[in-house]
């Protein structure tokens, strides 16, 4: 519909969606490129995130806190509170990396409600052509999260079943049986059910993430089509001044809405780490 | 959209992030959190305790006081006592000198009566003599006629 009233809107989307790469990539897999943009951002949004709290936590008092204490403080103990209440173990890295998780996710999310053409029109001013500003609509950046989580899981079922617990544990459910024979026979089964789930683990985390931002950010870009190419001589007709006031009212509304997206997602992400890593914890 | 070095890249950052914040920030935050929440608690125990001590100070203080009240009641009972014993003494005392008084005074006037009875009776034969002597018409003698001149006295 947008394209319909606004021509180029495709190649406006398409150009959008272009990362900011060392070269055009081919194919699916390609590790000979790098996102510059993705990286930056990242950094930029990790280093925003480990400044604050790490200023925090160096001076932090056990007396009246601060402003920006309490803030942290507020984070932090909600964190606490979600993984005391799913982990059960005892681990000196599942917290944090919780923290890690929420903090960084919601950064990344965030960006999405910086104006969608703020940033690039200000890095074409810098001479580069392309830039993508939220790092979660980056396929890399939600599967690194999601990848070094499913490691953890695997070092930590290792860890506490042995490999002989943990691959039981992928074999012997959900089907049993008492008879050895019918067991043996059941064990693919359950092998071939349980590596799905397994394994389903780190993609459903990624793509999750990933596409409610992607789906988010072509919001955007759909309501800034409506007024795409018309210039401030689209104030001239009253359909341009529509198209300006529907732009705003219905940007408005969907970024309210946004808000709750992008928090959601981030909380989603943190308790499903939490879960998977407490499950990787248990015996059975 | 494609998978690529970024990959590699973000898993980098992303372990050193959480390195990072496992070890310079968590421990820090929770420290911090724990170590006041012990310190409220420690400080609501307090507050609790001495309100404890307060009920059992202000109980103690009621005490004192009701006993000196009693105390103080008992010893104006006493005083009371002790004051009209003193007038009941003294009322004593007062009738006593009184009855003392009426009957010194009584024992006076019963003495005037006789000396006056006494002079008078004197006085009554003094006439009586001088009466008779006139109508004798010559002296008598006191001293011939004593024993009958006090028979006659004793008469009167």
């Given amino acids: 519909m947008a394209a319909e009233n606004a021509p180029g809107a495709t190649e406006y989307i398409l150009h959008h969606q272009t990362f900011l790469s060392n070269k055009a990539p081919h194919g699916i897999v390609d590790f000979s490129v790098i996102n510059y943009d993705t990286v930056f951002f990242s950094v930029a949004l990790a280093v925003t995130f480990f400044g604050l709290f790490w200023w925090v936590a160096r001076k932090a008092t056990t007396g009246v806190p601060g402003k920006a204490q309490n803030f942290v403080e507020m984070i932090v103990g909600f964190v606490d509170t979600q993984v005391r209440d799913s982990f059960h173990g005892s681990s000196r890295l599942i917290a944090p990396l919780a923290l890690t998780i929420f903090c960084w996710v919601f950064l990344f999310n965030f960006m999405d409600l910086v104006p969608v053409d703020l940033l690039p029109w200000a890095a074409r001013g810098a001479g580069f052509e392309h830039l993508k500003v939220v790092p979660s609509t980056d396929l890399n950046a939600t599967f690194a999260l999601s990848l070094t989580v499913f490691i953890l899981i695997i070092f930590y079922s290792l860890k506490m079943k042995g490999f002989i617990g943990f691959l039981s544990e992928l074999t012997l459910q959900p089907f049993r049986a008492k008879n050895v024979l019918v067991q043996a026979l059941l064990v693919p089964v359950n092998f071939i059910l349980e590596s799905v789930t397994f394994l389903a683990r780190p993609v459903s985390l990624a793509l999750r993430l990933y596409g409610n931002l992607y789906a ?31 732009q705003f009212i219905l940007g408005l509304i969907w970024a309210g809405f946004h808000i709750l997206i992008i928090t959601i997602q981030a909380f989603i992400f943190m308790v499903l780490t939490i879960v998977y890593l407490s499950m990787a914890h248990e015996h059975h | ?21 496992m070890k310079w920030i968590w421990p820090h935050i929770l420290n911090a959190m724990e170590e006041r929440s012990r310190k409220i608690a420690q400080g609501l125990a307090a507050a609790e305790k001495g309100e404890q001590e307060l009920t059992e100070a202000r109980g103690k203080a009621d005490a004192v006081v009701r006993e000196a009240r009693e105390r103080a009641n008992h ?3 006493q005083a009371q006592h002790r004051a009209s014993d003193l007038v009941e003494q003294a009322k004593g005392v007062a009738s006593s000198e009184a009855a003392r008084l009426v009957a010194a005074a009584q024992q006076q006037i019963e ?36 024993d009958l001149l006090d028979k006659f006295t004793a008469q009167i």
Avoid at chain 2, 7 to 21: A, H, S
């Fill in chain 2, 1 to 21: 959209m494609n998978i690529n070095l970024t990959l590699i890249v973000q898993m980098f950052v992303f372990g050193l992030l959480v390195f990072g914040t």
């Fill in chain 2, 75 to 77: 010893i104006i009972e």
């Fill in chain 1, 216 to 246: 988010g950010e072509m919001i955007f870009l759909l309501l800034a089509a409506l007024t795409l190419s018309r210039g401030l001589g689209g104030l001239a007709t009253v359909g341009g001044w529509l198209g300006l006031i529907a």
């Fill in chain 2, 111 to 146: 003495l005037d009566t006789t000396r006056a009875r006494e002079s008078l009776r004197r006085e009554v034969a003094g006439i009586a003599v001088r009466a008779a002597s006139k109508l004798l018409g010559r002296e008598i003698d006191a001293r011939t006629h004593a």
